[in-house]
């Protein structure tokens, strides 16, 4: 008898001392069940860095984050929807600063009414001109490149001296707008029906201000015209470049010596005849 209700007050005992360790230790972890509950999760496209008004959307323009599901904007673009390259072309309606959550609304995409004109810079124009493969940079220019524009020209000359011909830069760093119907440097050239490299373009279309549409319509008039596809990267030595032209004679030596055979120095004689000295 005495064994038992030694053996029932121990166990009394060691209810109240775990009962009193669970009171002094508040901080104690909560059993699994009782953590905190799940929270749904998106993935929100925003601008990777800021994005002016205008421009064309490429992969280095996006990026995807993280956000809590009830976070998500109306009308966001969600990766669970549609993938990136669906977005890649399109043309934003206004400025985007870094992080700011891209919404449908604010966007054009190609083959939408006005998209060409959502492309252009308020007061801008947009000017299509035929190119060949050279001239055309053999499909190595895509929409969204910014190009200078280069004249060639050549003069007839005398019967007795070379043809001069002459390149001079008539328009710095325009921007490609669309490469024959592709407004979208991620969307492929058609291949269909075409006997020639697909790749080379036939039309390139600029973004110009007016006064440089008018420029570039009286250049295809007076001469070849080539396009020059320019870094990404902008130099100080660029911003300084000068448009003096660039002749025949400047290039080639040969050019140089028809156009002038008597500029060879000759050698001197000097004659004599008395008091007088007469240089031949």
Do not use: C, Y
Not at 19 to 46: C, G, I, K, N, Y
Not at 56 to 77: C, H, K, Y
Not at 150 to 175: C, M, N, W, Y
């Amino acid at each position: 008898m005495l064994l038992r209700n030694s053996l029932l007050f121990l166990g009394l005992l060691s209810v109240l001392v775990g009962t009193a360790l669970s009171v002094l230790r508040p901080d104690a972890a909560p059993p699994s069940h009782l953590s905190e509950p799940f929270v749904a999760q998106q993935e929100m496209l925003v601008a990777a860095h800021p994005i002016a008004a205008g421009s064309l959307l490429r992969a280095e323009d996006l990026a995807w984050q993280t956000v809590a599901a009830n976070a998500v904007f109306r009308g966001s673009l969600l990766r669970s929807e549609q993938p990136m390259d669906k977005v890649l072309g399109s043309v934003v309606r206004h400025d985007f600063a870094a992080g700011e959550p891209l919404l449908e609304s604010a966007l054009v995409r190609p083959g939408d009414r006005g998209f060409l004109a959502a492309v252009l810079a308020p007061g801008d124009r947009a000017v299509s001109i035929s190119v060949d493969a050279p001239e055309g940079g053999a499909g190595l220019i895509l929409p969204g490149d910014h190009v200078d524009v280069i004249l060639t020209q050549s003069f007839a000359a005398d019967k007795d001296a070379p043809k001069h011909t002459v390149g001079e830069t008539v328009l710095r760093d325009l921007r490609v707008i669309a490469v024959d119907q592709r407004i979208s440097a991620t969307e492929p050239p058609p291949t269909h029906g075409a006997s020639v490299d697909a790749r080379a373009p036939q039309t390139v279309t600029l973004e110009l201000t007016q006064h440089q549409a008018e420029i570039l319509v009286v250049a295809t008039q007076l001469g070849r015209i080539e396009l020059s596809l320019r870094s990404l990267a902008r130099s100080a030595d660029e911003a300084a470049g000068t448009d003096a032209p660039v002749w025949s004679s400047d290039v080639s030596p040969a050019l140089r010596a028809m156009a002038d055979p008597h500029k060879t120095e000759q050698p001197k004689v000097e004659v004599m005849h008395g008091a007088k000295t007469e240089t031949r």
